[in-house]
């Protein structure tokens, strides 16, 4: 692996606007000993010059990895890896939805003012998302934001598949031999892995290494094209051996190995709104697409790279082939709820239970340190213990008196931020061998 960089000092101009991030760090404390410079954000750490410079910035590309429970943000500049964050999304907002409905409903039986009704009036508009995937969606939008606020971006790279169905459709590359460039070899497999479920063809077996294998075998003739393709559990791929599935009894996969995969059936509605969103935001030609199986081939092929939210978010972020030095600095990001909303304030309401801000001068989700281990903030009481919670996990480390409390970070814009020392976060690999 190339050689690992230290984490960079992110620089805004006067005026706010993002510059290129510097790792000259004895020119940084420099313009802040001299009052040239002030602190912006300790972590990750971002100053301000008060004074113009000739502005200089390279192309600066943004990769996003999208994921359901967590996001990864890369950002490569000069053939280095400026920023790699991974962003942990809110899951509890189906449950806190339901919740809601359920206070509701009780007040139904309360002695209360009317209500008008209010389901009558309420239609699904063209792209309506269910609020969960909404808050995803938002949430991996902000968090471009969050890097755009802290480096001069030129492009977002978002991969909306795992293959790319247009190219599918065209014989010239389907026909060629699948062998022939690995990047196509990735190509060929994520297609297939689509196509046939991640299953065996033969004996529907999933969840263990599948081959790539051949309809008509090759030594009768069968080709290379994807129409001539299965996948097949090792069992099955050897008891076939040298006969067509046909003669192993399987007609119904030679007839379906010749139907093409509908276009777009792959592309979930999560990634539609992605890309419509950061468009809409940082316009058309700033925001670019890619696939699964060049992002696959960029991490595995090129790079060298485990598998996590964050090296996936390099290895789309990159040109095709490039080589880039990773960063030793890994941010780890998680949106919190940002308030009560006033849902118990109104003019109306009988009780007012909105809890207090501040309990004893600490907020909820303030990164803390208590008795050796990190943590945040997950629970306050006027009197007694404070709930200590684990960052990446969420679940209750300790319950501590607030007086033992060490404060390491305050949230900021809606996030709960602290750079990881240790492992990102695995995330299940699942695949086919490219055995044919
Ligand atoms: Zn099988």
Not at 104 to 119: C, E, G, I, P, V
Not at 267 to 292: C, H, N, P
Not at 326 to 335: E, F, I, V
């Amino acid at each position: 692996m190339a050689n690992v960089m230290p984490q960079p000092v992110y620089v805004l101009a006067p005026s706010g606007k993002p510059l290129m991030p510097t790792h000259r760090r004895n020119k940084v404390w420099y313009w802040l000993r001299k009052g040239l410079a002030e602190v912006v954000c300790r972590d990750p750490f971002t100053i301000r010059l008060r004074f113009e410079t000739k502005r200089y910035s390279q192309p600066v590309t943004v990769g996003v990895d999208t994921g359901s429970q967590a996001v990864g943000v890369a950002a490569i500049a000069d053939g280095q890896v400026a920023y790699q964050a991974e962003v942990q999304l809110r899951t509890d907002v189906s449950s806190r939805l339901m919740q809601r409905r359920q206070y509701r409903r009780t007040r139904r039986s309360r002695k209360t003012r009317y209500r008008a009704r209010r389901f009558v009036n309420r239609r699904r508009l063209p792209g309506w998302l269910p609020p969960s995937l909404r808050s995803k969606v938002a949430s991996t939008v902000k968090a471009v934001r969050f890097v755009a606020s802290i480096l001069p971006l030129c492009q977002i790279k978002v991969e909306v598949g795992s293959f790319d169905t247009q190219k599918m459709q065209h014989p010239e590359i389907q026909g060629r031999h699948y062998q022939q460039g690995q990047l196509e070899g990735y190509h060929l497999r994520e297609y297939l892995l689509a196509k046939w479920q991640r299953r065996c063809a033969y004996c529907g077996a999933s969840g263990l290494p599948l081959q790539i294998e051949h309809i008509v075998p090759k030594s009768r003739g069968g080709s290379d094209r994807a129409t001539n393709l299965a996948l097949a559990c090792e069992g099955c791929n050897g008891r076939k051996g040298n006969r067509t599935a046909t003669e192993f009894g399987y007609p119904q996969i030679q007839a379906q190995a010749r139907v093409p995969l509908k276009d777009g059936a792959h592309v979930s509605s999560l990634k539609t709104a992605l890309v419509s969103q950061l468009t809409r935001e940082f316009g058309t030609d700033r925001v670019a697409i890619t696939y699964g199986y060049e992002t696959k081939y960029q991490r595995i092929g090129v790079l060298d790279l485990p598998k996590s939210h964050a090296n996936d978010a390099i290895a789309i972020a990159c040109e095709r082939g490039q080589r880039v030095n990773p960063s030793s600095a890994l941010y780890q990001l998680r949106c919190v709820p940002r308030g009560n909303y006033q849902l118990f304030n109104g003019k109306h309401s009988e009780h007012r239970v909105s809890a207090p801000k501040k309990v004893r001068g600490w907020k909820l989700w303030e990164v803390v340190e208590a008795k050796g281990q990190l943590g945040y903030i997950g629970g306050r009481r006027l009197k007694g213990s404070f709930v200590v919670k684990d960052l990446s996990t969420g679940k209750t480390l300790l319950e501590v008196a607030p007086s033992k409390l060490l404060r390491r970070a305050r949230p900021s814009h809606g996030w709960m931020i602290s750079s990881a020392p240790d492992a990102p976060i695995p995330t299940k690999e699942s695949g086919a061998s490219s055995h044919p």
